[in-house]
């Protein structure tokens, strides 16, 4: 297959998936720009700049929100678009858009304020977990137990000071089997779908969660494939919770990893993500 | 060939490529290639508050 566009990949680190997404344009012919985050700079005006699409691949939410409205504004297409990536990126947008869409989440309260983020602990209940609304990979998540860890955590949490710490997403405590579900959609297609299996009560492959293939149920399909079109579709990593009362979505990740994904499934995910790239640009 | 900033174990080019991220043999540290001609590496960058999938 030989295409006729630059694919403008917007990193911030090569690592195993980046490296594949670069050997599956490669094989496709593909001219690849590469886009260092850390390097590159965005005149207003566009000037030197060739990518015809762009895939950012960046894990730093902030330099990809600006980088990728400044590609809307050159008028270049990206995977994911700036729209999507702005709601999945930010828990407190995702829960409200996928509720809008009628999509199973975990009850989930917001707090402004430290006082209030006590309140919105007591109506959802102990157990409960607390969140930054911005934040990946689990980090600085809390499973709360009791009103004394909460005062003490959310004390911590203000004396961080930053903005991403004052707003408080409190979610309820589901009580899942030691697993979730990480489903992949690219465009309108479930690519993969795999187990990830942890002790602890985060599951992230981040943080060290074992995983198992899975074929996914036309239930789980088709409940991924909603969560993707209500924050508007892309290549999406939708990550679900067996509750007592079915399944419920809890994230949906904009710029996945898919290293464990592939080797647990032995699907290419890093050549559907170039073909659908380019499937974009030809639109 | 350059070295480990770490431990000072011998590193080879051999496939890597330029922002390639990878664990040093030896020490475990995570490194990245800062640049092929010449070839150098670093230690990789830190993880920031923002930074995730």
Known sequence: MSETFTLGLFYTVIRPEEKWILEAAANRGIPVERLHDEAVTFPVVRNGFHADLVLNRSVSHSRSMYALRFFEHYGVPTVNAYDVVALCGDKVLTSLRLSEAGVPTPETVVALTPEAALKALDEVGYPAVLKPPVGSWGRLMAKVDDREEAEQIIEHKTALGSSMHSIFYVQEYVPKPERDLRVLVVGDEVVAAMYRFSKEWRTNAARGATTEPLVPSPELSELALRASEAVGGGVLAVDLMESPEGLVVHEVNHTPEFKALSGATGVDVASKIVDYAAEVARR | ?53
Do not use: Y
């Not at chain 2, 640049?35 to 590496?41: A, E, T």
């Open chain 2, 1 to 53: 060939m350059t070295e480990c900033p770490e431990c000072g174990r011998a590193i080879e080019k051999q496939n890597l490529i330029e922002g390639e991220i990878f664990p040093c043999p030896d020490c475990g540290l995570e490194l990245e290639v800062t640049s092929l001609v010449p070839f150098r590496v670093d230690t990789a960058p830190r993880e920031a508050e923002d930074w995730g999938e």
